[in-house]
T-cell receptor, first 113, second 113 residues
């Protein structure tokens, strides 16, 4: 049991809407990374947050944004949803920014119609 | 840009067989390589992590090797069991501050009882 939880489990949205996905990190972890996994593909890095600051970003447009809170829970926000945003969104937390041990949550399945 | 390829995309074997999953990457300047397991509807579970200075890592029936110069890694599973059925993902990490992972698309393994 990794202790990383994500909500909601599934979500259906309409193109053009906005969505917020949530991640609760494992206790004591100050770093969280978000990944997008399209069906049949490997996860792609969106961004990482360390102590409430963005600490690196992948090749995703600005309409993908995030927040990390003082209790190290995290949100992923996506504006102006597109059909291609349909995917499994995974968060992964780690004890330190430079730690290689990342613990993944079960993911949120987002469907955009 | 780093690209990670996994072959085969899918594999079905009878229980008890030994099998090899392949992973190749285009940029040999990696910091480490990690193998993950993903069960349907679940997050990722780390199996093995190999630092760039290492040649292999073993855990139980799993053995992962790394040939950094040729850009290849293999995951060897001995005496496969139906419980090994899952998608296996390899991911490489560059030596950057954000510790982002670049994933392959995975190999879907089905072990028949």
């Amino acid at each position: 049991e990794t202790g990383v939880t994500q909500s909601p489990t599934h979500l259906i949205k309409t193109r053009g809407q906005q969505v917020t996905l949530r991640c609760s990190s494992q206790s004591g972890h100050n770093t969280v990374s978000w990944y997008q996994q399209a069906l049949g593909q490997g996860p792609q890095f969106i961004f990482q947050y360390y102590r409430e600051e963005e600490n690196g970003r992948g090749n995703f447009p600005p309409r993908f944004s995030g927040l990390q809170f003082p209790n190290y829970s995290s949100e992923l926000n996506v504006n102006a949803l597109e059909l291609d945003d349909s995917a499994l969104y995974l968060c992964a937390s780690s004890f330190r920014r430079d730690s290689y041990e990342q613990y993944f949550g079960p993911g949120t399945r987002l469907t955009v119609t | 840009k780093q690209e990670v390829t996994q072959i085969p995309a899918a594999l079905s074997v009878p229980e008890g067989e030994n099998l090899v999953l392949n992973c190749s990457f285009t940029d040999s300047a990696i910091y480490n390589l990690q193998w993950f397991r993903q069960d349907p509807g679940k997050g990722l579970t780390s199996l093995l992590l190999i630092q760039s200075s290492q040649r292999e890592q073993t855990s139980g029936r799993l053995n992962a090797s790394l040939d950094k110069s040729s850009g290849r890694s293999t995951l060897y599973i001995a005496a496969s069991q139906p419980g090994d059925s899952a998608t296996y993902l390899c991911a490489v990490r560059r030596d950057t501050g954000r510790r982002a992972l670049t994933f392959g698309s995975g190999t879907r393994l089905q072990v028949q009882p």
